[in-house]
Nanobody, 127 residues
Framework: GVQLTESGGGSVQAGGSLRLSCQASGVSTSQYCMGWFRQAPGKEREGVASVDSLGSRVYATVVRGRFTISKDNAKDTLSLQMNSLKPEEAGMYYC?????????????????????WGQGTQVIVSS
């Protein structure tokens, strides 16, 4: 089956950086769209960034220029480098995967577009 395992969350001061990682099994990042999402307490899950099977990327407007999504197809891993973090960006961060047919092309930030989810990793940003 498909398993996505996030790591790298933690506590950081506002303005600091964190790097999240997602190890995929049963999923080939060279075929799937992969994305990062976050959910703060009491709020809906929202898309942060995603990358398709050929490497095209899309970012939520609020993180553009500060966050970088990347993947290593040889290791089936997905990463999210987060710089200049803000307190309102604290929450649970999730890795997700989407496949349509044999590949996934397109730019997706809607949680409803993704089929497979990890358990999440907690990010705390103190002011």
């Amino acid at each position: 089956g498909v398993q996505l395992t996030e790591s790298g969350g933690g506590s950081v001061q506002a303005g600091g950086s964190l790097r999240l990682s997602c190890q995929a099994s049963g999923v080939s990042t060279s075929q799937y769209c992969m994305g990062w999402f976050r959910q703060a307490p009491g709020k809906e899950r929202e898309g942060v960034a995603s990358v398709d099977s050929l490497g095209s990327r899309v970012y939520a407007t609020v993180v553009r220029g500060r966050f970088t999504i990347s993947k290593d197809n040889a290791k089936d891993t997905l990463s999210l480098q987060m710089n200049s973090l803000k307190p309102e960006e604290a929450g649970m961060y999730y890795c997700a995967a989407r496949l349509l047919g044999n590949s996934c092309r397109g730019l997706y930030l809607s949680p409803a577009s993704f089929q497979y989810w990890g358990q999440g990793t907690q990010v705390i940003v103190s002011s």
